[in-house]
């Protein structure tokens, strides 16, 4: 599997959790990369734990060494890993840690919950995830080199946060604006029509959201001509 399969792959689970949990799928992500060593760790192999989380899961659990950090003193050590029956359970119980902590502190990964991804892979950190000192950067690092950040736009119909799209004019629609600026130039009721001009090409939308100030000026101006005539 190359590593772009490998995004693939758990990127839809990322996705989709995200959307329920507010856990960003760039961390989900950059975390399973980096624990799993791309799917290919003897833990994800043998327990299907992208995460390298301990204790028991959906299929029991299996010892495994590992390297834990104190201070920056890395040392070799073994532990309990949760294993499960597939990726999907893996990407859920990450999910699900995130958003109810440990026992003795519930809340203490809420830090990363909608929050961006730099912030998101420090409080991971903070949180007590990891010891490596160096864990934050090496995610950021990963979302970064592979642009995992992309996974953290919600593209579902039903999402909030869409960009909204980009106001075009059509061609006849640009003349007619055109004509009309040259027109209301030509009887004196529109100062500085290149300015409207340029204005009409570079942001439509400004010159749309203006339109009924610019009318009432507009009528304005020719009432005022009319009664002095």
């Given at each position: 599997?190359?590593q772009?399969?490998?995004?693939?792959?758990?990127?839809?689970?990322?996705?989709?959790?995200?959307?329920?949990?507010?856990?960003?799928a760039?961390?989900?992500i950059?975390?399973?990369i980096?624990?799993?060593n791309?799917?290919?760790?003897?833990?994800?192999?043998?327990?299907n734990?992208?995460?390298?989380?301990?204790?028991?899961?959906?299929?029991?659990s299996?010892n495994?060494?590992?390297?834990?950090?104190?201070?920056?003193?890395?040392?070799?050590?073994?532990?309990?890993?949760?294993?499960?029956?597939?990726?999907d359970?893996?990407?859920?119980?990450?999910?699900?840690?995130?958003?109810?902590g440990?026992?003795?502190?519930?809340?203490?990964?809420?830090?990363?919950?909608?929050?961006?991804?730099?912030t998101?892979?420090?409080?991971?950190?903070?949180?007590?995830?990891?010891t490596?000192?160096?864990?934050?950067?090496?995610?950021?690092?990963?979302?970064?080199?592979y642009e995992?950040y992309?996974?953290?736009?919600?593209?579902?119909?039903?999402?909030v946060?869409?960009?909204?799209?980009?106001?075009?004019?059509?061609d006849?629609?640009?003349?007619?604006?055109?004509?009309?600026?040259?027109?209301?130039?030509?009887?004196?009721?529109?100062?500085?029509?290149?300015?409207?001009?340029?204005?009409?090409?570079?942001?439509?939308?400004?010159?749309l959201?203006?339109?009924p100030?610019?009318?009432?000026?507009?009528?304005?101006?020719?009432?005022?001509k009319?009664?002095?005539?």
């Amino acid at each position: 599997m190359t590593q772009q399969e490998f995004i693939a792959k758990i990127a839809p689970a990322a996705v989709e959790d995200m959307r329920r949990t507010k856990v960003p799928a760039s961390l989900t992500i950059a975390q399973a990369i980096l624990e799993s060593n791309w799917g290919k760790s003897g833990l994800t192999i043998n327990a299907n734990n992208l995460f390298g989380i301990k204790g028991t899961g959906t299929a029991g659990s299996v010892n495994m060494p590992t390297t834990e950090y104190v201070g920056a003193t890395p040392i070799a050590t073994s532990a309990k890993f949760r294993k499960y029956n597939s990726w999907d359970e893996s990407i859920a119980d990450h999910s699900a840690l995130i958003l109810k902590g440990t026992r003795d502190k519930p809340t203490r990964y809420h830090g990363v919950l909608g929050a961006d991804y730099k912030t998101a892979c420090q409080k991971i950190k903070d949180g007590g995830y990891a010891t490596d000192p160096a864990y934050p950067q090496k995610l950021i690092s990963l979302i970064e080199k592979y642009e995992l950040y992309k996974y953290d736009v919600d593209k579902s119909d039903n999402s909030v946060d869409k960009e909204a799209p980009t106001l075009k004019l059509e061609d006849w629609e640009r003349e007619a604006g055109l004509k009309a600026i040259d027109n209301l130039a030509a009887k004196v009721l529109l100062n500085d029509p290149d300015k409207w001009k340029q204005r009409l090409k570079d942001d439509p939308k400004g010159v749309l959201e203006e339109l009924p100030w610019l009318v009432f000026t507009l009528l304005d101006r020719a009432t005022d001509k009319i009664s002095h005539q």
